[in-house]
């Protein structure tokens, strides 16, 4: 049977993918010049969450909280 710190780099991984396909299946209302600082509108950055956009948010905490406990884990092995 394999120890953690053999299973650890594997986990990181697959938790490194599904971080970044959560975080990039999430929908902004912001164009280009929100990245840059300007926004047409400012309600597009203040909205409230609902359903499957909410979920997804919930997940993708939860991924992240996960893969920095187990980078955590792997500094102390």
Same mark, same amino acid.
């Given at each position: ?23 990039? *299946? ?5 164009? +280009?010049?929100?990245? =840059?600082?300007? !926004?047409?509108?400012? $309600? ?11 979920? *997804? ?5 939860? +991924?992240?909280?996960? =893969?920095?406990? !187990?980078?955590?884990? $792997?500094?102390?092995?």
């Amino acid at each position: 049977m394999k120890t953690i710190s053999s299973l650890l780099p594997y986990i990181q991984i697959g938790l490194a993918i599904l971080m970044v396909v959560s975080i990039l *299946l999430q929908q902004t209302g912001a164009q +280009i010049g929100g990245a =840059f600082g300007g !926004s047409d509108n400012f $309600s597009s950055a203040f909205h409230t969450r609902r359903g499957a956009e909410k979920t *997804l948010f919930i997940v993708t905490i939860v +991924i992240a909280i996960l =893969f920095a406990v !187990s980078a955590l884990v $792997s500094l102390i092995k």
